[in-house]
């Protein structure tokens, strides 16, 4: 395991922003709360879309932090378990792509591969998402053979727009991605012969 839950949530900075009012109040105002999160957390889940637990009339913030520490836990763990299941993705893709040339070891979330389509050599860049399985990889095709005038490899739109659904099991996600590339590859070969055309 690349980090444990407890330093990961050792990570989390909590900024609190109390409200000042002219008025004495024996209530005070609910503080407003946000997570701030270093780069390396990031990585693992996305902090801007964690719901902070309701900071309830006459609380403090000795009660509101055990609260707040139990859901990050929480939604850590579930982060790190999303880990395992990017890593069997990226498995069930090597028997259709091959072995990875690059690959993400520790947050799986981006892998490459070499293909090939009769002589028109390319490379598959598959940006996994934090969400996954719920929201489906990005693809990005590359020529390994096509260059921009300026010696940059020519390279696909982005491509998310493709069958999916997240009750696939993992190996039949990596079959459909690969028998949709099967057929893109001939566009993206067209595209680049296109490109290639315009820049002479």
């Known amino acids: 395991?690349?980090?444990?839950?407890?330093?990961?949530?050792?990570?989390?900075?909590s900024v609190v922003i109390y409200p000042v009012g002219r008025k004495y109040s024996t209530t005070p105002s609910a503080p407003r709360l946000k997570?701030?999160?270093s780069p390396e957390l990031k990585s693992w889940f996305c902090v801007e879309e964690s719901r902070l637990p309701a900071w309830l009339d006459g609380m403090c913030m000795?009660?509101?932090?055990?609260?707040?520490e139990e859901m990050l836990?929480?939604?850590?763990?579930?982060?790190?378990?999303?880990?395992?299941?990017?890593?069997?993705?990226i498995t069930a893709l090597a028997p259709h792509f091959g072995?990875?040339?690059e690959a993400d070891p520790v947050f799986c979330r981006k892998v490459s591969f070499l293909a090939s389509?009769?002589?028109?050599?390319f490379l598959v860049h598959i940006s996994i998402p934090l969400q996954f399985p719920k929201q489906q990889p990005v693809l990005v095709l590359q020529s390994s053979q096509h260059f921009h005038s300026h010696n940059v490899p020519i390279?696909?739109?982005?491509?998310?727009?493709?069958?999916w659904s997240p009750r696939w099991e993992t190996s039949e996600m990596a079959e459909r991605i690969f028998d949709f590339l099967v057929e893109e590859c001939?566009?993206?070969?067209?595209y680049c012969n296109e490109t290639m055309l315009q820049q002479r």
């Open 1 to 13: 395991m690349p980090a444990s839950k407890n330093y990961l949530v050792k990570c989390l900075t």
């Open 35 to 37: 997570l701030v999160s």
């Open 62 to 68: 000795a009660e509101y932090l055990p609260t707040l």
């Open 73 to 89: 836990e929480n939604q850590i763990r579930e982060a790190v378990a999303l880990v395992e299941v990017r890593r069997k993705f």
């Open 99 to 101: 072995r990875p040339i």
């Open 117 to 121: 389509s009769g002589t028109f050599a």
């Open 155 to 163: 390279k696909s739109p982005i491509m998310n727009d493709y069958p």
């Open 186 to 190: 001939l566009n993206f070969k067209r």
